[in-house]
């Protein structure tokens, strides 16, 4: 006799503003216990430090999230500019500073070099795996290893918001990417093209796929 699974036969979507400080793990967790669902699961990591878009599927709807996985995410995002963190965003260790002396005009004509498709070398503090190792795994031991640049597209990547005086300067980026696009590298590396550095302060998604 067929054992019983725990809990409702619930299928579906629900589109969950994913708050600072969960993991992506957790927040199905949470959801999954409110609605005491058999099946859930999420359709595209979100980092603990991230807000908005965590698409979570119940049941039957979870056959279909590789659909979510595979297309574009938009996001708005903060890259404080100067400073270089050890996991390209807030978390991280300072690793190096620098002067802020780039102009309006240089931003912009940095962020068109940007445009289109674009090679990213994934940071080592990310879930992708090496050798069935995740690289977040080897940088907790103080192991750097060497990734393979991946080819991703910047669709949009508009200026909302631009500070270059101050103690605090930044920039506040709109992006709309392929999947597999690091915001945390894209920020960094606008950073590094500005000559002075950057990390991510604040990242939110605002739209994955139709949701």
Not at 112 to 132: C, E, T, Y
Request: charged fraction near 25%; glycine fraction near 10%.
């Amino acid at each position: 006799m067929a054992r019983r699974k725990k809990g409702n036969p619930v299928n579906g979507w629900l589109i969950l503003d994913k708050p600072i400080g969960m993991t992506s793990t957790q927040a199905v967790g949470a959801v999954r216990r409110a609605f005491n669902a058999q099946k859930a699961g999420h359709a595209g990591t979100l980092d603990p430090l991230a807000t908005g878009v965590l698409p979570i599927c119940f049941g039957a709807a979870t056959k279909f999230s590789q659909l979510h996985l595979d297309a574009d995410k938009t996001y708005e995002t903060t890259v404080c500019l100067g400073v270089r963190t050890s996991t390209a965003d807030a978390e991280g260790e300072v690793i190096a500073t620098r002067p802020v002396n780039c102009t309006l005009g240089q931003v912009v004509e940095v962020l068109d070099r940007f445009m289109g498709p674009i090679r990213q070398v994934p940071p080592m503090h990310s879930a992708l795996k090496k050798d069935g190792k995740a690289l977040y795994e080897y940088a907790r031991e103080g192991e750097t290893v060497e990734r393979e640049p991946r080819d991703v597209v910047i669709h949009e990547l508009e200026l909302l918001e631009v500070q270059l005086q101050g103690d605090a300067p930044f920039l506040r980026l709109h992006v709309k990417c392929s999947k597999g696009t690091y915001i945390r590298t894209l920020g960094e590396d606008i950073g590094e093209a500005l000559g002075c550095g950057g990390h991510l302060v604040a990242l939110r998604r605002i739209a994955t796929g139709p949701f």
